[in-house]
Nanobody, 112 residues
C-alpha cells in the first residue's frame, strides 16, 4: 500500500504560478498529476517515469513542468502562466507494480 500526500495549490491570478508537491510513502514506478474540473472527467496533466521521461497534456505544454526525486519518492508540478481553465482539483498519481494510487486532491483556482 502506498500513501500519497499532496501540498500546494490555492488561489492565484491569471498569469501567476503555483507549485504542487506530492510525497509517496514508498518507492513507486510512474508518478504524475491528474486534474478534474467540476462536471468534467479526470484528465492526465503530466506524468514522469523513473528515468525522467515525461508526457504532458497538450494544453499545459510549455507552461507546466513535472519533476521527481526518486531518492525521496516525491513529484512536483511547477505551473506557470496559469489560466482560468486550469482551475480544477489536482490529484497526485502513482503506479506501483501495475496498481494505481491517488492523493486526496488539492484545489487550484485561477481567478482575478
Amino acid at each position: 500500500q502506498v500513501q500519497l500526500v499532496e501540498s500546494g495549490g490555492g488561489l492565484v491570478q491569471p498569469g501567476g504560478s503555483l507549485r504542487l508537491s506530492c510525497a509517496a510513502s514508498g518507492s513507486v514506478d510512474v508518478m504524475g498529476w491528474y486534474r478534474q474540473a467540476p462536471g468534467k472527467q479526470r484528465d492526465l496533466v503530466a506524468i514522469i517515469i523513473p528515468d525522467g521521461r515525461t508526457n504532458y497534456l497538450d494544453s499545459v505544454k510549455g507552461r507546466f513542468t513535472i519533476s521527481r526525486d526518486n531518492a525521496k519518492n516525491t513529484v512536483d508540478l511547477q505551473m506557470n502562466s496559469l489560466k482560468p481553465e486550469d482551475t480544477a482539483v489536482y490529484y497526485c498519481y502513482a503506479l506501483k507494480l501495475a496498481t494505481p494510487y491517488w492523493g486526496q486532491g488539492t484545489q487550484v483556482t485561477v481567478s482575478s
